[in-house]
């Protein structure tokens, strides 16, 4: 009998050798993953599975230093295991991009889920951002009918993951600056969240026909200044023919040739 009985346990021992290397060749996985910042916070969300039974702790590295970690008890092989945890004041590098590109260097997020009682069984999930960057669209050329005043588009999108207000400025750049009169060059955003677009009107009078100028566009952070776009966009006008032009428009011509010759003499 006793025989038997000692049978029975070395079975069982057997039965869960076997069974012991499946639990540890697996390996903790996530199947959701999500992130948000602020100047202040930058708080990690996730869910894990594991086929082990024990816990999953999950630590956060922010750009390899700074970090924050949770530990999800055990509740059953493969029960999906959610938590977050938060990095305090986060030390994101700001460096602008060498490219020229207008936002920051890359900033590396790491998160590693891991067996509590094996910390070698574990799995790593890895995600790049930007603090800070602009995405601007504004067209490369204008042709305005001489004498009018045309709208040039500009279109700023928040691109980083950090809220920012930008600085919008057009400046007539030459050859001939006093060619061109620009109206509502400097303007501002309202607070942009991350993806959050707004639009910009700036008004652009050619005051002479036959001649090419320049217009520099700018978008600035106000945040971090030396995330920038800057453009040249070039303008030549268009002549108006005589029958477009009433009384009005004919003193406009006559004032605007005097303020021109002005500058000229």
Same mark, same amino acid.
């Given at each position: 009998?006793?025989?038997?009985?000692?049978?029975?346990?070395?079975?069982?021992?057997?039965?869960?050798?076997?069974?012991?290397?499946?639990?540890?060749?697996?390996?903790?996985?996530?199947?959701?993953?999500?992130?948000?910042?602020?100047?202040?916070?930058?708080?990690?969300?996730?869910?894990?599975?594991?086929?082990?039974?024990?816990?999953?702790?999950?630590?956060?590295?922010?750009?390899?230093?700074?970090?924050?970690?949770?530990?999800?008890?055990?509740?059953?092989?493969?029960?999906?295991?959610?938590?977050?945890?938060?990095?305090?004041?986060?030390?994101?590098?700001?460096?602008?991009?060498?490219?020229?590109?207008?936002?920051?260097?890359?900033?590396?997020?790491?998160?590693?889920?891991?067996?509590?009682?094996?910390?070698?069984?574990?799995?790593?999930?890895?995600?790049?951002?930007?603090?800070?960057?602009?995405?601007?669209?504004?067209?490369?050329?204008?042709?305005?009918?001489?004498? *009018?005043?045309?709208?040039?588009?500009?279109?700023?999108?928040?691109?980083?993951?950090?809220?920012?207000?930008?600085? /919008?400025?057009?400046?007539?750049?030459?050859?001939?600056?006093?060619?061109?009169?620009?109206?509502?060059?400097?303007?501002?955003?309202?607070?942009?969240?991350?993806? *959050?677009?707004?639009?910009?009107?700036?008004?652009?009078?050619?005051?002479?026909?036959?001649?090419?100028?320049?217009?520099?566009?700018? /978008?600035?952070?106000?945040?971090?200044?030396?995330?920038?776009?800057?453009?040249?966009?070039?303008?030549?006008?268009? *002549?108006?023919?005589?029958?477009?032009? *009433?009384?009005?428009?004919?003193?406009?011509?006559?004032?605007?040739?005097?303020?021109?010759?002005?500058?000229?003499?």
């Amino acid at each position: 009998m006793q025989c038997n009985n000692l049978a029975l346990v070395l079975s069982v021992f057997a039965i869960l050798a076997l069974e012991m290397p499946a639990y540890a060749a697996a390996q903790p996985t996530f199947v959701s993953f999500s992130f948000s910042t602020t100047a202040n916070q930058l708080n990690v969300n996730w869910i894990t599975e594991y086929s082990g039974n024990t816990s999953v702790s999950v630590e956060c590295k922010l750009n390899g230093v700074q970090n924050c970690s949770y530990t999800t008890p055990f509740q059953y092989p493969g029960a999906p295991r959610g938590g977050s945890c938060t990095i305090i004041y986060p030390n994101y590098t700001t460096t602008p991009d060498p490219s020229g590109l207008p936002r920051t260097v890359a900033n590396q997020l790491a998160c590693t889920a891991y067996n509590t009682s094996n910390p070698s069984i574990n799995t790593t999930k890895s995600v790049s951002f930007y603090p800070r960057a602009i995405e601007v669209s504004v067209p490369a050329s204008m042709n305005p009918t001489v004498g *009018d005043t045309q709208n040039l588009l500009i279109t700023v999108k928040n691109n980083g993951t950090l809220t920012d207000n930008y600085t /919008v400025s057009v400046i007539s750049t030459g050859p001939t600056p006093n060619l061109l009169v620009v109206t509502g060059g400097a303007q501002s955003t309202q607070s942009l969240d991350t993806n *959050d677009v707004q639009q910009f009107y700036v008004g652009l009078t050619l005051l002479v026909s036959g001649k090419s100028t320049t217009a520099n566009a700018t /978008v600035r952070s106000k945040s971090q200044p030396t995330i920038q776009f800057s453009m040249l966009v070039s303008v030549k006008g268009t *002549d108006k023919s005589l029958p477009e032009f *009433d009384a009005f428009g004919v003193l406009q011509i006559i004032a605007m040739a005097a303020l021109f010759a002005s500058f000229l003499f």
